[in-house]
């Protein structure tokens, strides 16, 4: 199966993708230093050959059309203000029959629903559409306590005080109900899409 990971930060995600599923991933991420320190962890866990990664931008991804079995993203949708823009690069290097699997928070100014237009809008059927807010907000309570003593081997190693700022902030969002965690799989029709 090939994978890409839009918003593939220091590369988790993908190693594991690659680990436990044996994949072919292609991670892709805005920040240099990100893509950099997943390179250097990918080549400790020698998964080197199995998993990739460049700094790129989601609304105008640099590979070609009907490429990847599955496109994931997990905790990205929220940064980028064109969703539909992105949901068609999505819909474009997805096989038929590929699946876009969406993970956690979906909040940038769009509702859950405006952004279930923007998916159909793309031409991409929505097949599992969860709201997992209060675990999103659990699960980010656990790792918030733990920065506060030794660092684990992650992001905020990279970028400390902006990480933990930005999941202080979510938290408080989440339990006060501002944004929405949303756990959603669409797939690329293989037959009746209508769009190109």
Do not use: H
């Amino acid at each position: 199966m090939r994978v890409l990971d839009i918003g593939s930060g220091v590369g988790g995600p993908a190693r594991t993708l690659a680990a436990e599923w044996g994949a072919r991933v292609a991670g892709l991420d805005l920040t240099r230093e990100f893509c950099r320190a997943a390179r250097m962890l990918t080549a400790m866990t020698g998964l080197s050959k199995r998993v990739t990664f460049q700094r790129g931008d989601a609304l105008a991804l640099p590979y070609g059309s009907e490429r990847f079995d599955l496109v994931w993203s997990q905790n990205t949708i929220m940064n980028v203000p064109d969703k539909g823009q992105r949901f068609r690069e999505v819909r474009r290097v997805l096989k038929l029959g590929g699946a876009f699997a969406l993970e956690a928070a979906l909040s940038f100014l769009d509702t859950p629903e405006r952004t279930r237009e923007l998916l159909a809008a793309a031409g991409l059927v929505v097949e599992l559409w969860e709201d997992v807010t209060a675990e999103a907000v659990e699960q980010a309570r656990r790792p918030a306590a733990a920065q506060r003593g030794p660092l684990a081997l992650g992001r905020e190693v990279i970028v400390r005080d902006a990480v933990v700022e930005k999941v202080e902030n979510s938290l408080r969002n989440g339990a006060e109900g501002r944004i929405v965690a949303v756990r959603a799989v669409c797939r690329r029709p293989v037959v009746g899409s209508g769009a190109a």
